[in-house]
């Protein structure tokens, strides 16, 4: 049986944050599929078809790893999917709680998907797509934040 996880989030933008919890996840899982969901009540800077080439230009080298847009329930995604996880990241506390009511919900929907978390690599504890966003306005250097194509966009974005 082939092991399929989702990995879900807004990715606007990708940043190494992400990129890692992506590298790591499919270390562990037959095939990953990064989900984009466009989530319109927070107002994203790059459009959900942005969002999605950027993060398959960034995960290009990985070959067990795909992308996707999708609108809707993450449940009902993944069940059609047939996927058997979810994977998300955890930074600080501050992330435990919203989390932990997103997966009890989850988890009343379907109790057969489980849901992984994997703890943040220190270096990018406070790493967020809304700071890295914050920052590129004022034209800092984000080159660590973010992958030098990710750079480019937010660059053009701000210009
Ligand atoms: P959402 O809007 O669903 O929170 P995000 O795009 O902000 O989506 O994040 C997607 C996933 O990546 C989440 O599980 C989030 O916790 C995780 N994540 C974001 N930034 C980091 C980071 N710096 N380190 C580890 N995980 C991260």
Request: with cysteine.
């Amino acid at each position: 049986m082939t092991r399929l996880a989702i990995c879900p989030g807004s990715f606007d933008p990708v940043t190494y944050g992400h990129l890692d919890i992506i590298q790591r996840g499919a270390k562990v899982f037959d095939h990953l599929i990064v989900a984009v969901f466009n989530n319109q009540s927070k107002a994203p800077l790059f459009d959900v078809h942005e969002r999605e080439a950027l993060l398959e230009e960034v995960t290009a080298d990985l070959p067990n790893v795909s992308v996707d847009a999708c609108d809707g329930l993450l449940m009902e995604y993944a069940e059609g999917k047939g996927a058997q996880a979810i994977i998300r990241g955890l930074r600080a506390v501050s992330d435990f709680e919203y989390e932990m009511q997103i997966t009890s919900m989850n988890r009343k929907l379907n109790e057969e998907i489980e849901t992984f978390f994997m703890m943040t690599n220190n270096q990018y504890s406070f790493l967020s797509s809304s700071i890295v966003k914050e920052v590129a306005k004022y034209r800092a250097n984000i080159s660590d934040l973010v992958p030098p194509t990710v750079e480019k966009a937010l660059q053009n974005k701000y210009k």
